[in-house]
């Protein structure tokens, strides 16, 4: 289709001036193109797309096609609409729509000649108050509110065709929807599957459906010699292979394919289905039902450990956020390079943040492929979503299309009703309609799939998203006193890389980096409370004024790659109490020059997410560490630790460690390890070494596994030589290794 | 309608032997009667009746009517059989059901001729396994659980006919259901009231409705020319009067009549309907959003302060149990005493325990009238209901019938899924299915009245139901450190009154009371955890070995009513933090010899509900006492408080304190107190005084209200006077007051 777009004030008027529009796209990035403005990533020129969140903007095309059969007919068809849309054709208004994430399909036959004006009207980006400018104004609709503006994006509201959209000819009896679903048995020896076929109308010919394993064979078939309006198909599979999620077994997927087949017994309409065969719960941690409760009692804290087929696993992941500002520029392509480094960085788990977009078709597909479990959060995000009427019916309308498109994937693994909104920023609570509704819509349309109301639950835990809080506590100190049974958000916070800065922030206002400046539109000054997220004050406070932006940039990066590690591994430790780590966050939407991702837009890992991926190795020597700063003649004091996460058991081995320090390497001791059960950690020893006194700014903490390189770690921590009153003579260790606490 | 019953063990034979039938009522009751055998309530008499839960129940009646004219149906109606139970018509099955709270009507029209022999088999009590014989044989049931035997019911578990069964001539176009509900305007300016009529075919005729005010005035009124099977009438009432819980104002009801009128202008049928205009809401404590939370950071605990009407109240009230074994026995005149008792002892809210049955209608009636809030459970309790499809359905099915017929009552609160079913004795989670499914209708059929999964939900209590902790402190001292969000279940045990005891417990085992006897079996030995119910060795460390019963129940009693005022007030002193104090329990299905109750079985109360009463007045004086038993010399030390819950601001005043000891009553000090702002209690001095020496056993504190007697309170506690080793000299008193703490 050939598609044009423009834009008025009043819905009534037409456009004065109409541009070539891609779609998908977005109708900002249609008219930037045409005025020719310069890229909207790079320092503040996004400024200039404020007004456009406040018009109409009129879709137009016209239609090209062959002339109909009577046995065919013609339709509009879009997988998305951003957000509040008609259709009209010639000047009728054919269709109205609330809501991007329902595919919407309208009938041209019985209107359209070919010539005809297709039209799409879309309203003014939803805002339920004019002011203040801030995500609030998402509160009555299920438009994603980061695009109103986050402590990592900017406030840039998308609107338009974002997903496929398309003139289709079909024959006048037609595939409406055709769906496989299972039932596993207890024991997992069985599936039985029923097949939903929905037909446009009933009609003379026949339905046939086969599954197929992954090497093509067709395991079973069935098929039907007259249709209705809704049919349905069954099957049984005998020891179906099971899917796995990365680092638990294989992500094996079969193939289901429905085919209808006219009277004349030709193939009219073909559907195919990846089907992985699970089960997914969410179980209580061991030992959580006998936790000590006194009386007066209250419950026991909600479940939040993930069993796959029957086996409990730890969900190493991340959180995930739009990786565009405008989703209508999201294809498989960019998913697929960031999806792959969250497989290779040993993630189970992404959890889809409820403040972004539901994704687009191929990014379930390629979660499927990639043993990436989803937890997939409807679209509200730290506001009250009032259960006013028309906000539940648009609610109501778009959840029940979310959940009809995904809950067949094997990926989606938990729906969740929004970020945060039982905290105080949010103030819904478990009586609120609109929490209500969704657990309704889930229960009735994908009652297999666990359902939580919002994230943290209670026992689950939210932040804290800096190295160091305000109280002076390093993450090295405040995880080892925390208990949660889920860390599904905590950042740690750095510069991107130099080379990385210099291509979207002015040269001139490179460095020193300074509020007011394109340093702060992209969120390294004033985004969130505090210093964040460059935290020039406290690298400061570790080193001292950089003398320049590469050392700047080094001197972050240092601090978060071992935050990051203690994190992870620190939650990991608290397995299984703890059940998940899930940093915030791992993408972004454009380029910022300072945050909590592990990966720059769009697609370049920082030196975080090879940190990361380090601390979510299946099996690893781990270390507790006290803090980051140390100075000549401290006690350093480790602790050791074994983290095994995999389905197998480990075998007996040793773990040696070393400190390495002005170039001076020194063994400590050598940890020989009894074997380990799967999915189980051992706490080792506690080294206890006097720190030498050298002339070094940094050292390390080396654990060698002989014979298993790929489960070494490397700690780097800062060290500050203090020249004493008195000479010293040669540095001294003291080595004295002792059990576990 | 003339019934008979008999049994048998296979449901393909004929009772041998047939015995009068009540209807409402009970085979064990009928069987027992016919036999002669004597009062199931007395001694051990109730474990004959043993194996009657596993045989197969055949109720008969002859059906006796007029001939039937053209335009007339026959219908046998009946509102609860108890539990899985087919009819049967000459033989033929014609219906069958499982579950005791949805309405059975069968229409017999096609069927029936005089003389006919409607048969209704009762199948056996429902047992998810064979044995043990304990609650958990309940759970793959809607039967409630505590039939099964609990620390306070004995097992017997009751079959039959237990709600009105009746043969109807009705017109063949008759109405089936007529609802009137309403949306209150957010202001509460106008009720906007929808009459939905069901009809049981479209016929010639027309539909009236009209809605009274108390005093019998038609306010509003609609009517439709012509109906169909579903009839919407609606209605606009400006300024409604609104209705209030005890305590709060007038509960205020409004009458709505529908009249179905055939053709010929007659009325043909008439529903009538109260209707009281409420909001209800569980909104978050005053501050409960602003607790200090750090990072890592989980949710707000969920809400449970009742706003009604935009007022915030606190819960004051009870658990409500059966009241009575065989639920066929509960008339309006076994609820009106009960019900009205707890509206004299100033209760708002009444728990319905999900261990027990869902009331007849008259119960909510009679809350409706009384201004008694309900709290109704779905009968789940202290098991794993496993969400097996044979369970949801039965579930689904019998939840609806509850929803549909109980929100019409404007006492109807608050939705629960049934108790302490989040705890380790119960092992379900926000995931069980059960819980999802009554979320999901409760949401479709009742979005208005708040649902909880359970209680406790997190940050609610329940506990413990001792007057001494096995770790030996008091709810004296327990109850100040506790921090509930409300306190839905928590009990001070104490015998029933002696007289009462010798009604049921045969003269020889009478006193000293043993276990092995009639005490044991009335739950006074070995009933819960430990020393339960009697506590015969708590009661001899406070007060040596009795001397005789009338001893030993006087020592009780007491500590059941100081512990009752203790743990009432200080829950009313945690306010606006904590929401609800609900003790264990209100009333008992049979006579306990001792326990938590405050009425003795039928409608006796027991000291303590005295007690209770007096906590619960709308403004009192109040003591927070530090322990029960004091010696000579010691430094007494009460707070004093004022507690007030009602509408209204309290003019200041003044609380007189003294004590009295050994016929010695002293003046300890006068508190002139500010005024208080409605529904706010007020902290007070403490006192701090030296306890006389004085040979006493016990001594009083009293709160004079001048001017107020209504509002003056008395503590009476143990005092132990120790001869000193050296001679002492007059009596000392000093008396010191305080600020508050």
Not at 196 to 216: E, F
Not at 470 to 498: H, I, K, L
Not at 519 to 525: D, K, L, Q, V, Y
Request: glycine share 8%; hydrophobic share 40%.
């Amino acid at each position: 289709m050939n598609w044009t777009v423009g834009w008025c004030r009043d819905p009534a008027d037409v456009p004065s001036e109409f541009v070539p529009a891609r779609v998908p796209g977005a109708v900002q990035l249609d008219w930037a193109a045409a005025q020719g403005w310069p890229d909207y990533t790079v320092g503040d020129n996004f400024q200039a797309y404020g007004w456009m969140e406040d018009v109409h903007w009129l879709y137009r095309a016209p239609l090209d096609f062959p002339a109909l059969t009577a046995s065919q007919r013609l339709f509009f068809s879009c997988l998305g609409i951003d957000y509040r849309f008609e259709v009209r054709l010639d000047g009728q208004v054919i269709h109205t729509q609330e809501g991007m994430f329902a595919p919407s399909e309208v009938d041209l036959t019985p209107l359209a000649a070919p010539g005809a004006v297709l039209e799409v009207l879309v309203f003014p980006a939803p805002k339920s108050r004019p002011f203040p400018n801030d995500r609030a104004q998402a509160d009555q609709s299920c438009k994603p509110a980061v695009s109103y503006g986050w402590d990592w994006h900017p406030r840039l509201i998308p609107l338009g065709i974002w997903d496929e959209a398309k003139l289709e000819i079909r024959p006048a009896v037609h595939l409406q929807s055709a769906e496989t679903l299972y039932v596993l048995a207890e024991d997992y020896s069985a599936a039985e599957l029923t097949v939903s076929v929905c037909v446009s109308q009933p009609g003379r010919g026949s339905l046939h459906w086969r599954l197929l394993d992954p090497s093509g064979t067709v395991l079973c078939s069935a098929s039907a010699d007259t249709f209705s309006s809704v049919n349905t198909l069954t099957g049984h599979l005998g020891t179906p292979k099971l899917w796995w999620p990365n680092g638990q077994g294989d992500p094996t997927l079969y193939t289901s394919v429905v085919e209808l087949w006219n009277e004349a017994g030709e193939i009219a309409e073909t559907r195919e289905q990846k089907l992985g065969f699970r089960r997914i719960r969410l179980v209580m941690a061991p030992g959580a039902w006998e936790k000590p409760v006194p009386f007066p009692a209250t419950r026991s804290e909600p479940p939040i450990t993930l069993e796959i087929n029957g086996r409990q696993i730890f969900g190493k992941g991340s959180n995930w956020v739009n990786p565009e500002i405008f989703p209508g520029l999201i294809t498989e392509e960019t998913y697929r390079p960031l999806l792959t480094l969250a497989k290779e960085a040993h993630f189970n788990l992404l959890r889809v943040w409820g403040g972004g977009i539901v994704n687009k078709e191929s990014f379930f597909d390629l979660c499927d492929t990639l043993g990436l479990l989803v937890w997939q959060e409807f679209p509200l995000a730290c506001n009250d979503y009032e259960g006013t009427p028309a906000y539940l019916a648009t609610l109501d309308r778009e959840s029940r299309a979310i959940l009809t498109r995904l809950r067949r994937h094997a990926c989606l693994a938990l729906w969740c009703g929004g970020n945060e909104l039982f905290n105080s920023w949010s103030r819904m609570t478990d009586q609120s309609p609109a929490l209500r509704l969704l657990n309704r819509n889930c229960y009735d349309l994908d009652p297999q799939t666990p359902f939580l109301m919002t994230a943290p639950v209670m026992g689950m835990a939210h932040g804290n998203y800096l190295f160091r809080y305000a109280d002076g506590r390093e993450v090295f100190q405040v995880m080892p006193q925390a208990s949660a049974t889920a860390y599904t958000e905590f950042g740690c916070p750095g510069p991107s890389p130099a080379e990385y800065l210099k291509t979207f922030i002015p040269a001139d206002q490179l460095f020193p980096p300074r509020p007011g400046t394109a340093w702060e539109t992209h969120h390294a000054f004033n985004a969130w409370v505090g210093d964040t997220w460059l935290q020039l004050q406290m690298l400061e406070s570790y080193f001292g004024p950089a003398p320049d932006l590469e050392t700047l940039v080094a001197n972050g990066e240092w601090l978060q790659c071992e935050g990051y590690k203690c994190l992870f591994e620190e939650a990991r430790r608290q397995k299984p109490a703890c059940a998940m780590a899930l940093n915030w966050c791992y993408n972004e939407p454009w380029p910022s020059a300072a945050g909590n991702s592990l990966i720059s837009w769009p697609r370049a890992p920082k030196p975080a997410y090879a940190a990361v991926a380090a601390a979510c190795r299946p099996t690893l020597a781990s270390a507790r560490l006290p803090r980051f700063s140390w100075t000549d003649g401290e006690l350093f004091c480790p602790e050791l630790w074994l983290l095994h996460d995999g389905p197998d058991s480990l075998p007996a081995g040793c773990v040696e460690a070393t400190l390495r320090i002005g170039g001076q390497e020194t063994f400590l001791l050598a940890w020989n390890h009894p074997p380990l059960e799967p999915n189980t950690n051992l706490a080792g020893p506690i080294i206890r070494v006097r720190l030498p006194r050298v002339e070094a700014e940094e050292f390390t903490l080396h654990l060698r596994v002989p014979g298993a390189p790929e489960r070494e770690s490397v700690y780097r921590l800062q060290y500050r030589f203090k020249v004493s009153v008195k000479a010293i003579g040669a540095a001294q260790l003291n080595v004295s290794p002792t059990g576990p606490g």
